[in-house]
């Protein structure tokens, strides 16, 4: 279902018009709420292989290469990739405003001083790359680093049941998914940022100031030519160049209405429902 609907924002967020009617539950763009939303299904299928303990991440070898279907590992890529591309597409097309505050409530902007010399961080529009870094990718990081923080907490709490866990597989070891979130920003652009981040508060929400969200008059393009690899993908050989379009086809997202397939279905509920 999360899948169908990131495909469902991409396919009507991205286009040059954006949507020609108003489509229920499309995030509006036009307020950060909904910027939200997009930045925190993208996160989600960014980290898809992490918050999976059966995924390639954890039971893949070199010795047992076959362990994580293939069909499997490569839908994961795509999806990640249409995420990255989806929230690049946002920060792209859209500009962040900020208001000034003072300096001890925020971290983004230049400081100066108001008429009573206090400290203050001055008012700052971000666009583009400078928004997805200043933006996205704090938040990213910061979700990263309180999903290896709620690891430990929930082993803590666990006890016995994450011993009876263990013995049947599902279970991975906080330091485990500690070492799988390092490696999946190893040798990644935001490798030194992950390392460096300095956290003042781990949680999964947004804590940073409210930007006023604006489309940009110019309208840019969705980048096709992001990929949805990760430092394991390219460890085990995933390489989708290799895929066959027989494949390609078997891991798109049908989101058409009037595809063979949900006609079948439709003719067969339609069918049972005279029988019965």
């Known amino acids: 279902m999360l899948s169908r609907l990131l495909s469902f924002y991409e396919k009507h967020l991205t286009k040059p018009s954006g949507p020609s009617t108003p489509v229920e539950h499309l995030p509006d763009l036009t307020n950060f709420d909904g910027v939200l939303d997009i930045m925190?299904?993208?996160?989600?299928?960014?980290?898809?292989?992490?918050?999976?303990?059966?995924?390639?991440?954890?039971?893949?070898?070199?010795?047992?290469?076959?362990?994580?279907?293939?069909?499997?590992a490569y839908r994961s890529v795509r999806l990640r990739a249409k995420a990255r591309r989806l929230v690049r597409w946002v920060f792209m097309n859209h500009s962040f405003s900020f208001e000034a505050v003072k300096a001890s409530d925020s971290e983004m902007g230049a400081e100066s001083e108001d008429e009573d010399g206090d400290k203050e961080k001055g008012s700052r529009t971000l666009t583009g790359q400078a928004a997805l870094e200043n933006?996205?990718?704090?938040?990213?990081v910061q979700q990263a680093y309180a999903l290896e923080?709620?690891?430990?907490?929930?082993?803590?709490?666990?006890?016995?049941?994450?011993?009876?866990?263990?013995?049947?597989?599902?279970y991975v070891r906080p330091d485990e998914f500690q070492d799988a979130m390092q490696?999946?920003?190893?040798?990644?652009?935001?490798?030194?940022?992950?390392?460096?981040?300095?956290?003042?508060n781990r949680t999964l929400s947004w804590n940073g100031p409210i930007p006023v969200v604006m489309r940009l008059p110019q309208f840019t393009e969705a980048d096709h030519s992001i990929d949805?690899?990760?430092?394991?993908?390219?460890?085990?050989?995933l390489d989708l160049s290799s895929f066959t379009s027989r494949d390609n086809n078997s891991l798109e997202d049908n989101n058409n209405d009037t595809s063979k397939t949900s006609q079948k279905r439709r003719k067969t509920r339609a069918s049972t429902s005279k029988h019965n």
């Not at 933006?135 to 990213?140: G, P, T």
């Not at 803590?156 to 597989?169: E, N």
């Not at 949805?228 to 050989?237: E, M, S, V």
């Open 40 to 72: 925190v299904i993208c996160n989600l299928f960014e980290f898809s292989d992490l918050l999976n303990a059966f995924t390639k991440m954890f039971k893949t070898t070199s010795e047992n290469g076959a362990e994580v279907p293939v069909l499997d």
């Open 135 to 140: 933006i996205y990718n704090v938040f990213l």
């Open 149 to 170: 923080e709620y690891a430990f907490r929930a082993e803590d709490h666990r006890g016995s049941d994450a011993r009876d866990d263990r013995q049947d597989g599902s």
């Open 183 to 200: 490696l999946h920003f190893n040798g990644s652009e935001l490798e030194n940022f992950y390392l460096s981040f300095r956290l003042v």
């Open 228 to 237: 949805g690899l990760t430092p394991t993908d390219a460890q085990y050989g």
